[in-house]
Nanobody, 125 residues
Framework: QVQLVESGGGLVQAGGSLRLSCAAS????????LGWFRQAPGKEREFVAT????????PYADSVKGRFTISRDNARNTVYLQMNSLKPEDTAVYYC??????????????????WGQGTQVTVSS
């Protein structure tokens, strides 16, 4: 069983940056793919980025490509999401999640068995 706790959310002006962190406990962190998803009010949870166990496979949603960077530190059991050039449409609750899928990129919520509680990101215009 993996427990995930996100941090780093907050209020930022458009064009600014934030770095989200997600600390994991339990399980074998290095064996999981990790992902970030987000959910805005009235919308479905959507994929943001994922990273494989080795850190070499990092697909992104088109809406964040070139602005967000996902990374992981297996020694610290932590996954990060660096968010630059933030836009008001990035406003959402951001969730990290862990997946046991290793044979392809995990890009939909049903790929993930473990979820954090979420952290709010608000981008003002």
């Amino acid at each position: 069983q993996v427990q995930l706790v996100e941090s780093g959310g907050g209020l930022v002006q458009a064009g600014g940056s934030l770095r989200l962190s997600c600390a994991a406990s339990g399980g074998t962190f290095s064996s999981y793919a990790l992902g970030w998803f987000r959910q805005a009010p009235g919308k479905e949870r959507e994929f943001v980025a994922t990273i494989g166990w080795s850190g070499s496979n990092t697909p992104y949603a088109d809406s964040v490509k070139g602005r967000f960077t996902i990374s992981r530190d297996n020694a610290r059991n932590t996954v990060y999401l660096q968010m630059n050039s933030l836009k008001p449409e990035d406003t959402a609750v951001y969730y990290c999640a862990a997946s046991e899928i290793y044979y392809r990129a995990a890009t939909v919520p049903s790929d993930y068995a473990y979820w954090g509680q979420g952290t709010q990101v608000t981008v003002s215009s």
